[in-house]
Every structure is written in structure tokens, then in C-alpha cells.
């Protein structure tokens, strides 16, 4: 009889207070809460992991990335304007005027495509070794003409000296 009672009783609280007695969901939000604070100490460390290593990444992304260059060697076209003066001949002349506009047009192809914005970004090394291809075309085209420029030089010498 006792225990008829207490079920009895049992299921009067229980439909009177259902709503208030929800062992599942209390379970179920212990559950969550475990988990929340788990994911909080981990968001802490993960949070303190990143700031211990935001500035070293930034620091190498920059010196890997940012790396702006000025051309420093230019070439004064006025100095070979008048380099094919010292040909006699219009099929000399013609091919000296050619092979110098060859190179000045070779040499502001390269300045241009040196100085082309990239859609990526281009790391520092390989940044380096573009410069330093530039930088050995740019003295390449540099001797070229300076050898133009002494060979029209012999020749106007040359030339004053045998009418001498």
C-alpha cells in the first residue's frame, strides 16, 4: 500500500510539475555547458597561441612580400643620339640608327615589364632575382652602346685624320 502511495503520489507531481522536472533537458544542459566551458579554454588558448605568434608572421609576411625597387640604372638616350652621325654610307647609317633603336626600345620593354604590377603576390627572393636579371639586360644594352658610341667614334676620327 505504501508503495502504491508513493507512485501515486509520484505521478501527481509529476503532471503538476512536468513542466518544471525535465531530467533529459537538464542532462542535456549540463551537457552543453561542459562543452561551452571546454570551448572557452580552448578559444583562450588558441587566442593567446595567436597574439604570442601574430607579430612574427607579420613581420616575415612582410619581408617576404613588401619589397618596392627603383630602377637605378637608367640610360641617358640624349648621350647616343647622334652616335650613326659618323657613318658615311645610308645602308651603314640605317643599320646603326636600327640596331640603336633596337636597343632603346629593348631597354623600355624591360624597365615596363619590370615595373608591371603583379596580380599575386611575388616573394622577396624571386622579387631579388628579377631585379638582378633587369639590372644585368640594363648593362648588357648599357656596353652595347657604349661600344656603338666608340665605334662611331673611330670612324669620325678616322676619317679626320685621313683628310689630314
Known sequence: MKVLFIIGCFFITMNSTAQYLD?????MRGT??????????????TTTAYTTTALPTLTIRGA????????????KYD???????????????STCNNKKNYLIYAHKTV???????TKNRVNTGVMEQINEK???????????LEAMKREAERKILYRLLSKN
Open 79 to 93: 648621350d647616343y643620339s647622334d652616335i650613326c652621325n659618323g657613318y658615311i654610307g645610308l645602308k651603314s647609317r
Open 134 to 144: 633587369y639590372v644585368s639586360i640594363t648593362n648588357t644594352i648599357y656596353k652595347e
Open 64 to 75: 617576404k612580400e613588401a619589397y618596392f625597387f627603383t630602377p637605378g640604372i637608367t640610360i
Open 111 to 117: 624597365l615596363y615589364l619590370l615595373m608591371t604590377t
Open 32 to 45: 552543453e555547458r561542459n562543452k561551452v566551458r571546454e570551448l572557452g579554454r580552448q578559444m583562450s588558448k
Open 23 to 27: 531530467i533529459p533537458g537538464m542532462l
